[in-house]
């Protein structure tokens, strides 16, 4: 495993929620990254337990987490150390109920 998996490794255990994005949570840089941070918000998460990585400020991670998860695109959300997908799968688990239940914001 090189270094920038071993990094984004680390990332993903450590963290329950992590999503990797262009910007940060207070500044989104693109829309994808804003609806999934709009998303998450719907879904009940305070945006200050979730840890941003903004791939923007790192090109190593912006090429190696399209390697780790096998994803092409970014953003990319993992929780509990399991990779759920971009904006649009977060968008449909949300609209079906999966996504609160994978976060444990159901009531």
Do not use: H
Request: one cysteine or more.
């Amino acid at each position: 495993m090189s270094q920038v998996q071993q990094r984004i490794a680390e990332l993903v255990q450590s963290n329950d929620v992590v999503l990797f994005m262009k910007g940060t949570a207070s500044f989104p840089m693109c829309g994808f990254s804003g609806r999934a941070l709009q998303v998450l918000k719907a879904s009940g998460v305070d945006t200050k337990t979730i840890k941003t990585v903004n791939v923007l400020d790192d090109q190593e991670i912006r090429e190696g987490i399209k390697t780790f998860s096998n994803w092409p695109t970014i953003p990319q959300l993992y929780v509990k150390g399991e990779f759920i997908g971009g904006s649009d799968i977060m968008m449909e688990m949300y609209e079906s109920g999966e996504l609160q239940q994978v976060l444990g914001t159901t009531n």
